[in-house]
């Protein structure tokens, strides 16, 4: 069993760990060069950076290739200070280039110590508490922490001579992943689970799993091959569910709660009436105190949610479950502990598919944690810029990738549900007449720009769908925020208004066809980013979308589907060289230092005359967009400004631009 103090000077008991728990990390010590006394007297030097684990020695070992002690194979050495002989032994896990290739074994250093002490029965020599303190089998040293053991036992050999040097070192050592203190090997009674003979079914259940990204499951597999311990599922705490056992008082043989009184705390409730030892015939029992490991239970949350154990109806239809949703460094424990408690209790995988998170990370990079004190409060954050707002920022996250916390990419969400509310509020302008009632929606004569946004709104809904059946839901809000913005808002309303605020030049069915494509298109975008910003979403869409027959919440609604009869090639290549055109004209207007509102007196578009037919249907709705009085074509003579193989002539008007 594998313990870590829990700070406090060592004055706390010493608490239970799980291989899960222990993370490797690099410290600086000293490797100390020892000598040990042969049967005969010699000297024998060994090497190690624990000699506070001197008197917890119980043998010493060599390779059995190592020509410079073969004549010690089987003979026993003094241990200093302590004056006690120990086996000598050979391993061929012993490295000969390390130290002097001489190698003290202890109960316990390090898990070789404990593999060692296993297979050859060594001796146990446990030279520390519960509190982390040398006991009274280390003599004059009883009563030290580890610590200052170590210094007290490194002085009491160089005063004997026994200590040669003392060089530093660096070397990997086990600290507990939270606290981060130095982990020990100590031997008491524990609950365990067996793992170690099911590895290779683990690895198939894990082959058997969809993960999302995929190199994620080279960390379950690294880790099911790696596993060296049982899992200890019993810790001692004060808090937890209890093992329902109790202990003959008599013989100590264990009495397992029946069924049917579960769940029983055996440290409050006797075992039931009539009760015997089936052992020793005893009646007196004592309760287990210990309680499970938190990954125990929460392992078991599948099994808990289907209820399996009550034999539920609902266990056969929704298990195994769809998806499993956690961050990286937990597929060791509750990915892990999950897919082995499934596979022994129901012979199935928990889910079908993992989705892999990582962490957020405050702005220098640090993963955020309550120890450290560098999180966000997102209350805060909440209160400044909105729930949804910071919703926005979390789902910026690559997939199995950290995010780094930005306020700047949280206020950029606040400024997309501003805009978001302001295009929605302008399309509803067009939805409804004078006195406010709601406007027929009927599907009219749609343009080339109609066809192009109503394609380009397929498109993405077609594009963002994959990247969710993929879990890829940065790349999914990606697409829809920029068809939003760069494609609805600054070029699809620019241009569909002036149908409206000039409906002499357009025909009804082009006015019935930019209402249609508007609540069409408006409602679908509020579809697609609903699971982003849910609440906002939500209220658009009761104030705007619901009255035209909705369900009771935009969340209970269909996801858009990609209409593959609105994909239209021709339309889009139409509307990129639309845009194109326009962005030309803006830019030019930039460069001329006037407002994008000022209007042009004309605007010439040189292009062979193939392009001018095609460019006919769109002169309408280029013009008005434009701001420009006159739109028209030319053979040349101005100079241009040159988009997409386009040439565009220009001249400002004199008048103000309009309100």
């Given at each position: 069993m594998l313990l870590a103090d829990g700070g406090l000077e060592l004055l706390l008991k010493f608490l239970v760990l799980q291989q899960a728990d222990v993370e490797i990390e690099e410290q600086s010590s000293t490797l100390n060069d020892i000598i040990f006394k042969g049967a005969d007297g010699s000297d024998l030097l060994i090497a190690t950076s624990r000699p506070e684990l001197i008197p917890a020695c119980v043998a010493l070992y060599v390779h059995p290739d190592d020509e410079r002690y073969q004549r010690l194979v089987g003979k026993t050495a003094v241990v200093p200070l302590f004056n006690y002989a120990v086996p000598i032994k050979t391993s061929p896990y012993v490295d000969i280039s390390f130290g002097t290739g001489l190698m003290m074994v202890c109960t316990w250093g390090d898990n070789d110590d404990v593999q060692k002490w296993k297979e050859d029965h060594l001796d146990t020599r446990v030279v520390f508490d519960e509190h982390g303190r040398l006991n009274e089998l280390a003599g004059q040293f009883a009563g030290l922490n580890m610590k200052d053991g170590r210094k007290a036992i490194l002085a009491a050999l160089k005063e004997i001579g026994q200590l040669i040097k003392s060089a530093p070192l660096q070397h990997n050592v086990g600290v507990h992943e939270r606290c981060g203190h130095t982990v020990e090997f100590k031997q008491s009674p524990q609950w365990f689970i067996k793992v170690l003979g099911h590895k290779d079914e683990y690895l198939a259940r894990g082959a058997e799993l969809a993960w999302f990204p995929p190199h994620m499951k080279v960390r379950f597999d690294d880790w099911v091959g790696g596993l060296k311990w049982d899992w200890c599922i019993s810790?001692?705490?004060?808090?937890?569910?209890?093992?329902?056992?109790?202990?003959?008082?008599?013989?100590?043989?264990?009495?397992?709660?029946?069924?049917?009184?579960?769940?029983?705390?055996?440290?409050?409730?006797?075992?039931?009436?009539?009760?015997?030892?089936?052992?020793?015939?005893?009646?007196?029992?004592?309760?287990?105190?210990?309680?499970?490991?938190?990954?125990?239970?929460?392992?078991?949350?599948?099994?808990?949610?289907?209820?399996?154990?009550?034999?539920?109806?609902?266990?056969?239809?929704?298990?195994?479950?769809?998806?499993?949703?956690?961050?990286?460094?937990?597929?060791?424990?509750?990915?892990?502990?999950?897919?082995?408690?499934?596979?022994?209790?129901?012979?199935?995988?928990?889910?079908?598919?993992?989705?892999?998170?990582?962490?957020?990370?405050?702005?220098?990079?640090?993963?955020?944690?309550?120890?450290?004190?560098?999180?966000?409060?997102?209350?805060?954050?909440?209160?400044?810029?909105?729930?949804?707002?910071?919703?926005?920022?979390?789902?910026?996250?690559?997939?199995?990738?950290?995010?780094?916390?930005?306020?700047?990419?949280?206020?950029?969400?606040?400024?997309?549900?501003t805009k978001l509310w302001n295009a929605i509020r302008f399309v509803t302008t067009y939805l409804i007449d004078e006195q406010g009632e709601r406007l027929a929606l009927r599907p009219g004569e749609p343009t080339v720009v109609d066809r192009w946004i109503r394609s380009r709104f397929a498109q993405t809904v077609k594009y963002a769908t994959q990247c969710l059946d993929q879990y890829e839901y940065?790349?999914?809000?990606?697409?829809?925020?920029?068809?939003?913005?760069?494609?609805?808002?600054?070029?699809?309303?620019?241009?569909?208004?002036?149908?409206?605020?000039?409906?002499?030049?357009?025909?009804?069915?082009?006015?019935?066809?930019?209402?249609?494509?508007?609540?069409?298109?408006?409602?679908?975008?509020?579809?697609?980013?609903?699971?982003?910003?849910?609440?906002?979403?939500?209220?658009?869409?009761?104030?705007?979308?619901?009255?035209?027959?909705?369900?009771?919440?935009?969340?209970?609604?269909?996801?858009?589907?990609?209409?593959?009869?609105?994909?239209?090639?021709?339309?889009?290549?139409?509307?990129?060289?639309?845009?194109?055109?326009?962005?030309?004209?803006?830019?030019?207007?930039?460069?001329?230092?006037?407002?994008?509102?000022?209007?042009?007196?004309?605007?010439?578009?040189?292009?062979?005359?193939?392009?001018?037919?095609?460019?006919e249907p769109v002169l309408e709705d280029l013009r008005a967009a434009a701001r420009s009085d006159k739109i028209g074509f030319a053979d040349g003579g101005t100079v241009p400004t040159e988009v997409e193989g386009v040439m565009l002539a220009m001249v400002l008007g004199e008048k103000k631009p309009k309100a």
């Open positions: 810790r001692q705490r004060y808090y937890g569910v209890p093992f329902p056992v109790w202990y003959c008082a008599a013989c100590n043989e264990p009495f397992i709660a029946p069924r049917e009184i579960l769940p029983v705390d055996p440290t409050q409730t006797p075992p039931p009436a009539g009760g015997k030892c089936a052992k020793c015939g005893g009646e007196t029992f004592v309760g287990e105190p210990d309680v499970m490991d938190t990954w125990m239970t929460s392992s078991l949350t599948p099994l808990i949610n289907s209820r399996w154990a009550f034999g539920d109806p609902l266990h056969d239809k929704i298990y195994p479950m769809d998806i499993r949703v956690q961050a990286f460094e937990i597929i060791r424990t509750w990915l892990f502990y999950t897919v082995a408690k499934s596979h022994h209790h129901t012979n199935t995988l928990p889910w079908r598919h993992v989705m892999i998170s990582g962490w957020g990370l405050d702005e220098k990079g640090k993963k955020m944690s309550k120890r450290l004190g560098n999180f966000v409060d997102p209350m805060d954050v909440i209160n400044k810029y909105s729930a949804d707002a910071l919703r926005y920022w979390s789902a910026g996250a690559t997939l199995g990738n950290d995010l780094r916390y930005s306020e700047r990419d949280v206020s950029d969400g606040k400024r997309l549900m940065s790349l999914a809000l990606k697409s829809v925020e920029r068809f939003f913005f760069a494609e609805f808002c600054d070029n699809y309303l620019e241009i569909v208004k002036d149908r409206f605020w000039n409906p002499a030049r357009f025909t009804p069915g082009h006015i019935d066809a930019a209402r249609h494509t508007l609540f069409a298109i408006g409602y679908g975008i509020i579809k697609l980013f609903a699971p982003f910003i849910p609440y906002l979403t939500e209220d658009i869409y009761q104030r705007v979308f619901k009255p035209y027959g909705g369900p009771v919440s935009v969340h209970v609604d269909a996801w858009p589907e990609a209409d593959e009869n609105a994909i239209d090639a021709r339309a889009e290549d139409l509307g990129k060289l639309l845009v194109a055109i326009l962005t030309g004209a803006r830019r030019w207007k930039t460069e001329q230092a006037v407002h994008q509102g000022h209007p042009l007196a004309e605007l010439l578009v040189t292009c062979p005359p193939k392009l001018q037919a095609e460019l």
